[in-house]
């Protein structure tokens, strides 16, 4: 019993202090598509299905991975950033090292974060998501200095009470059951919340963690049928009014 009490003490003050709460339900509900990594289909094909209903996904980019390939593909190249720029999808942070962020001490968590920054050019990240999904309440109210939201892989909306350190969000993966992508979309619509999918590569033959391009495509069309807002995760925020980042130390750019 006494071996959980730190934890239960390290939960309360993280609960008191360093969760960002935000009321995450608009009138409409929300829906973002999310690529972590990032393979090199999930813009091109990804992003031109979303391009083709004037939509806009979000991008977390592991500047480490960038020009290497894998299961899910080749990864995006560095040209990929100003091609996703361009056609005003959002640029989001992953670590460098494609390393989780839980169980790292703080400055080597802090240093892989710049790194990835300072790799990715011009592009500032304002928005971060876990590798592998790793995170804890110390991880969670370290980074949540430093961007303005920061997305893990715990399967859920985002409604009432929303901790913008530890954004749920759903995976769009082609192994799962289709009909709850579906549903998530119509309870997002119904209780006006926030559904986050993330997924990696968009492919005819995708890996186990990448989506088809036909259900990609049912998927997009159906969020953008549903009458919810559809945007990256910066405009959701911005129609959130999410509370900015109270950054109480050096920018993870100069740690
Ligand atoms: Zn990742």
Not at 34 to 41: I, L, Q
Not at 92 to 101: C, I, R
């Given at each position: 019993?006494?071996?959980?009490?730190?934890?239960r003490?390290?939960?309360?003050?993280?609960?008191?202090?360093?969760?960002r709460?935000?009321n995450?339900?608009?009138?409409?509900?929300?829906?973002?598509f999310?690529?972590?990594?990032?393979?090199?289909?999930a813009?091109?094909?990804?992003?031109a299905?979303?391009?083709?209903?004037?939509?806009?996904?979000?991008?977390?980019?592991?500047?480490?991975?960038?020009?290497?390939?894998?299961?899910?593909?080749?990864?995006?190249?560095?040209?990929?950033?100003?091609?996703?720029?361009?056609?005003?999808?959002?640029i989001?942070?992953?670590?460098?090292?494609?390393?989780?962020?839980a169980?790292?001490?703080?400055?080597?968590l802090l240093a892989?974060?710049?790194?990835?920054?300072?790799?990715?050019?011009?592009?500032?990240?304002?928005?971060?998501?876990?590798?592998?999904?790793l995170?804890?309440?110390?991880?969670?109210?370290?980074?949540?200095?430093?961007?303005?939201?920061?997305?893990?892989?715990?399967?859920?909306?985002?409604?009432?009470?929303?901790?913008?350190?530890l954004?749920?969000?759903?995976a769009l993966?082609?192994?799962?059951?289709?009909?709850?992508f579906?549903d998530?979309?119509?309870?997002?619509?119904?209780?006006?919340a926030?559904?986050?999918?993330?997924?990696?590569?968009?492919?005819?033959?995708?890996?186990?963690?990448?989506?088809?391009?036909?259900?990609?495509?049912?998927?997009?069309?159906?969020?953008?049928?549903?009458?919810?807002?559809?945007?990256?995760?910066?405009?959701?925020?911005?129609?959130l009014a999410?509370?900015?980042?109270?950054?109480?130390?050096?920018?993870?750019?100069?740690?």
């Open positions: 019993m006494s071996a959980l009490i730190p934890w003490l390290r939960a309360a003050f993280y609960r008191l202090a360093q969760a709460r935000v995450g339900c608009s009138r409409t509900g929300m829906v973002s999310t690529f972590d990594d990032f393979p090199r289909s813009l091109e094909v990804g992003g299905i979303l391009a083709a209903k004037r939509l806009r996904g979000t991008y977390y980019a592991s500047a480490g991975l960038a020009g290497t390939a894998g299961p899910m593909g080749p990864l995006f190249t560095m040209d990929d950033l100003d091609r996703a720029d361009h056609a005003g999808h959002e989001g942070g992953h670590t460098f090292s494609h390393v989780g962020a169980g790292l001490p703080k400055q080597a892989d974060i710049g790194r990835n920054q300072q790799a990715l050019g011009g592009f500032v990240p304002r928005n971060f998501s876990y590798p592998m999904g995170t804890d309440f110390t991880v969670a109210g370290l980074l949540g200095r430093h961007f303005d939201s920061c997305r893990g892989i715990a399967a859920g909306l985002n409604g009432e009470g929303t901790d913008l350190n954004l749920k969000a759903v993966y082609s192994g799962h059951p289709e009909q709850g579906f998530h979309i119509a309870e997002a619509r119904r209780q006006g926030w559904l986050i999918f993330y997924t990696h590569d968009v492919a005819d033959s995708p890996s186990r963690f990448g989506c088809s391009i036909d259900l990609f495509e049912r998927v997009v069309a159906a969020a953008h049928g549903s009458g919810a807002m559809v945007a990256p995760i910066r405009d959701c925020l911005a129609a999410a509370p900015a980042p109270l950054v109480s130390e050096p920018s993870p750019q100069t740690a």
